[in-house]
Structure formats: structure tokens, C-alpha cells
């Protein structure tokens, strides 16, 4: 991407985040959580404090989102950005719309810091980056350090490139689409209402578990989940399609990049329900087995190509916005069939002392939808492995399938809820 001036106040949205804008409402807001558990209470003036020095070292958190004639783009925000005490529900929608406030909000209460971002602006990566060093500002002035800097420092260009973009290449890419899955279905929650179940593990036990079993850990924890689901669509009989999981993948690890904004993929990990009879290691093994094949270098590279083809598609480029947004809409809900949920894995927070022993533990929440009511988030910080289940759906069978397994297994699990539901696990 070519170097713009400093003083230029706009920029294009990546590849990925072109979609969002499209497809975010009231319901389903495309924004997600990370929040961090400190060892004592948040100093509420303190915290402000950290989020004006950090704020300027990240020119993706100064956007706002403003309405071209064929696509949104991005325009730096003055704005000054708010810490709040939380009163609303996790991964609450933010009006992308509005001219008077950023595309993210950070939020305390009691001993928890937590960061809510609107997708567009940055993936999982860049948002643990930002919430990193809102972190360490925060204990440093904790510490007693005094900020005599609060003005931008120089922006280093990679940080807000198109790493879609700068990495394309015209490869073949697979056109077909993805059946229709297994759809999570019962009676909802109170509207606003999200339901959040947190499991802590200790992570070397899990990951000497995992091994035992030859997969990583990433890949036991996702046959876990899929296998939760798996046996939810059996014992119900009213389905045949195969329950599809969408996992994204960090792009980095595969190519050169230092974007803060998005730069993932995704993968789809699959178990047919034709089969009432699969074990969970016949599924295991399947479950390693997708992941080799498809968490490669080669189908990374062809799913950049599909994304970035179909945005410099002429036709897709020369609809008017209004007529891109609800074509995006339609296409969107159509999508949607062909999955029954997502699995995140944001990997390891790391903090280097002496800060690193004021955490607990950090938490990933993925924002659900009515259409889609069910997601899974797991993070690790220190010797702790966190889970969290976030549901719009009353039953909490899944769930109890889920920590039940991981309990089978011999793994010790700690659960918490936020008490939105009416039963307890």
C-alpha cells in the first residue's frame, strides 16, 4: 500500500472489514470483547489516563466509519475517547453511524478492564495489541509514573496496511459453497440479554492432556466443542446436515505483517450428523486431520485471493452503497446456513514483569445474533486457560456437554456465569 501524508484523515477499509459496515445492526453488531482480570480494583481516573497516552499510538482506534457513494471508509476522529463504568450487556452494539464517538469503548468494572471493538477497525491481533498496552500504561501510572508525553508518535505505515492487499496473489481458489449446516435452535433470552459462561483450566494440565492424545491443544478444544454440538443434533434427530464450525485463523503466522487492523482467515471445521455413532477420538482424528489439511500456507494464500478477487470484482465495485448494502445483507443471512458456530482462539496474552503479576486472567467474548446464538472464545494468560460460552439461547445443554467432557477427560474446570440464565449448570 503506498505511504499516505500524516495529516491525511481518511484511509480504506482493509478486505474484511469492507463486509462489516455492511451487515451491522441493533442485533448483530459485529463487535467483540477482550477484558482483562486485574488483582485489584481499577482506579477509574488512572484508567483514563492510560487510554489518553495509548490512544494516539494506534491510528486505527481514531476511526470513525463515514459513508462513501460505493463503499464506507475510515475518518480520523478528534473525538476524545471515554472510559465508562460497564452498565450495558457484553459486545453491545456500537453505532456506526454516529460522528461523536470511536469505533471501540473500554469499559471497567470492579477488577476487570475490558475493550469492545467494532470488527472493522482490528481482528483479535491488533486488539491485543491495544488492550496490551492500555494495560501497562494503566499499571504504570498505577506505579506512580508520570506521562509527560501524550502527543501522537510518528505512525509506522505497516500498521494500518491492506496486508490482503499486499499479499495477493491470482491463484485458483475453490467457487463452491458450503452446504447447509446443523442451526442452533429453542427459545431466546430476554432481547439485550446475553448469556456468558466462563470455564477457567490450568493450562499446562491441558496442554500435557492434549498431547497425550496426539493433537494440539487448539484441536482437542474444538473437537470438544464440535462434539458438544455434535451430540446436541443426535439427541435431537430433527437434522442431517453436518454441524459446521468456523474457525478464523491469524494470517500472520503465515505472512509478513505488522497490520493492527484485520488480517485472518478462516477455516471449517466439520462432523456429519449422518453418522449417530462416531466416537469422540474417531473425531478427534478427524478434527487433526482438517486442520492439517486446511491451516496451510497454500489455502491461506487461496483464500486471500477469493476475498480480494471478489472486492475488485468491477461490477462489485461500481454497485452504489445503498444497493451493496442490502445485496451484502441478503448474501450474509444466506451464509450464515452453512454454519452452526464459531470457535475463537485469540492464543496467549503475555506481559512482562514486573507487570505481569497484577493479572488474573484474560477473557474473549464473541458477540452473538438471534440468527446466531451461540459462539465460543478461548484465551490463555499465565498458567490459566480460559473458555467462554456466550449464548442467546436458554438451554444451556451444550454447555454442560462441553465443561462435562473436559471434566471426563480428567481435567479440572472452575465455571462462572453472569446469572443470565434461569438454571445452573
Given at each position: 500500500m503506498k505511504a499516505r501524508s500524516n495529516s491525511s484523515n481518511w484511509h480504506r477499509l482493509d478486505n474484511s472489514a469492507n463486509v462489516f459496515p455492511l451487515i451491522s445492526h441493533k442485533t448483530f453488531s459485529n463487535v467483540y470483547r477482550l477484558a482483562v482480570q486485574l488483582n485489584e480494583d481499577v482506579d477509574p481516573e488512572l484508567l483514563q489516563k492510560a487510554l489518553d497516552v495509548t490512544l494516539p499510538q494506534f491510528g486505527n482506534f481514531n476511526f470513525r466509519i463515514r459513508r462513501g457513494f460505493f463503499w464506507y471508509y475510515f475518518e480520523t476522529t478528534e473525538e476524545r475517547a471515554l472510559v465508562q463504568e460497564e452498565a450495558?450487556?457484553?459486545?453491545?452494539?456500537?453505532?456506526t453511524r454516529s460522528r461523536h464517538h470511536h469505533l471501540f469503548r473500554v469499559v471497567y468494572y470492579k477488577r476487570r478492564i475490558s475493550l469492545e471493538a467494532f470488527h472493522a477497525i482490528a481482528d483479535g491481533t491488533g486488539?491485543?495489541?491495544?488492550?496490551?498496552?492500555?494495560?501497562?500504561?494503566?499499571?504504570?501510572?498505577?506505579?506512580?509514573?508520570?506521562?509527560?508525553?501524550?502527543?501522537?508518535?510518528?505512525?509506522?505505515?505497516?500498521?494500518?496496511?491492506?496486508s490482503y492487499k499486499k499479499h495477493y496473489k491470482k491463484v485458483p481458489f475453490d467457487e463452491s459453497k458450503l452446504s447447509k449446516a446443523y442451526r442452533l435452535r429453542g427459545k431466546l433470552l430476554p432481547v439485550n440479554t446475553m448469556g456468558?459462561?466462563?470455564?477457567?483450566?490450568?493450562l499446562p494440565e491441558l496442554?500435557?492432556?492434549?498431547?497425550?492424545?496426539?493433537?494440539?491443544?487448539?484441536?482437542?478444544?474444538?473437537?470438544?466443542?464440535?462434539?458438544?454440538?455434535?451430540?446436541?443434533?443426535?439427541?435431537?434427530?430433527?437434522?442431517?446436515?453436518?454441524?459446521?464450525?468456523?474457525?478464523?485463523?491469524?494470517?500472520?503466522?503465515?505472512?509478513?505483517?505488522?497490520?493492527?487492523?484485520?488480517?485472518?482467515g478462516h477455516i471449517t471445521i466439520e462432523a456429519l450428523t449422518t453418522n449417530p455413532d462416531l466416537t469422540f477420538d474417531e473425531m478427534l482424528m478427524s478434527v487433526k486431520k482438517q486442520f492439517k489439511d486446511q491451516v496451510t500456507e497454500e489455502n491461506m494464500q487461496r483464500y486471500i485471493s477469493k476475498?480480494?478477487?471478489?472486492?475488485?470484482?468491477?461490477?462489485?465495485?461500481?454497485?452504489?452503497?445503498?444497493?451493496?448494502?442490502?445485496?451484502?445483507?441478503?448474501?450474509h443471512i444466506k451464509s450464515i446456513q452453512s454454519y452452526t458456530s464459531t470457535l475463537t482462539n485469540v492464543g496467549k496474552f503475555e506481559v512482562d514483569a514486573p507487570y505481569s503479576s497484577k493479572l488474573s486472567h484474560i477473557e474473549v467474548l464473541v458477540n452473538t445474533s438471534r440468527m446466531d446464538p451461540l459462539k465460543c472464545g478461548v484465551c490463555a494468560y499465565g498458567d490459566k486457560f480460559v473458555v467462554t460460552l456466550t449464548s442467546q439461547l436458554e438451554d444451556v445443554s451444550i454447555q454442560?456437554?462441553?465443561?462435562?467432557?473436559?471434566?471426563?477427560?480428567?481435567?479440572?474446570?472452575?465455571?462462572?456465569?453472569?446469572?443470565?440464565?434461569?438454571?445452573?449448570l
Open positions: 450495558l450487556r457484553p459486545c453491545f452494539y456500537i453505532d486488539a491485543l495489541n491495544f488492550l496490551k498496552t492500555l494495560i501497562i500504561n494503566y499499571l504504570k501510572l498505577v506505579e506512580g509514573e508520570v506521562f509527560s508525553d501524550y502527543s501522537p508518535r510518528i505512525k509506522v505505515n505497516t500498521e494500518l496496511e491492506d456468558v459462561i466462563h470455564g477457567y483450566l490450568n496442554s500435557a492432556y492434549s498431547k497425550s492424545k496426539g493433537v494440539t491443544l487448539t484441536e482437542y478444544v474444538t473437537t470438544v466443542y464440535l462434539w458438544s454440538i455434535y451430540k446436541d443434533a443426535i439427541s435431537r434427530g430433527k437434522s442431517k446436515r453436518p454441524v459446521h464450525l468456523s474457525v478464523p485463523v491469524n494470517l500472520r503466522k503465515f505472512f509478513e505483517s505488522t497490520t493492527n487492523m484485520n488480517f485472518f476475498n480480494v478477487s471478489m472486492r475488485n470484482n468491477i461490477l462489485t465495485r461500481a454497485i452504489p452503497l445503498p444497493i451493496k448494502n442490502l445485496a451484502v445483507r441478503i448474501i454442560k456437554t462441553f465443561f462435562k467432557k473436559l471434566t471426563d477427560d480428567g481435567l479440572h474446570v472452575a465455571i462462572e456465569s453472569n446469572g443470565a440464565f434461569y438454571e445452573i
